[in-house]
């Protein structure tokens, strides 16, 4: 299993990155997909939820309006398209793939910082 983050770097406030996390060794379009981001010296949290077939979305109150999660199940990708980039958006981004039954499955890619800064 492997999911592979991509696309973080240093931006300015209001500024726009686009993340993507490839995905492979697993059934991708059973999963209902996440992007986690922690800030250094703070708790992991969720910042954007799409349902496995991607017709349900969930977003973090903060980045509601200035973020959108997408995926393509025949690519095996998510991605968190993220504008008007504010300096408390920075940390370290991880692409998270979760299915619910009778056990909950987590898989977890290493992460991509995203700094934003002038």
């Known amino acids: 299993v492997q999911l592979v983050e991509s696309g973080g770097g240093l931006v300015q406030p209001g500024g726009s990155l686009r993340l993507s996390c490839a995905a492979s060794?697993?059934?991708?379009?059973?999963?209902?997909m996440n992007w986690y981001r922690q800030a250094p010296g703070k708790e992991r949290e969720l910042v954007a939820h799409?349902?496995?077939?991607?017709?349900?979305?969930n977003y973090l109150d903060s980045v509601k309006g200035r973020f959108t999660i997408s995926r393509d199940n025949a690519k095996n990708t998510v991605n968190l398209q993220m504008s008007s980039l504010k300096p408390e958006d920075t940390g370290v981004y991880y692409c998270n793939a979760r299915r619910y039954s009778s056990q909950t499955t987590d898989y977890w890619g290493q992460g991509t910082q995203v700094t934003v800064s002038s």
């Open positions: 060794g697993f059934t991708f379009s059973s999963y209902a």
């Open positions: 799409i349902s496995s077939a991607g017709g349900r979305t």
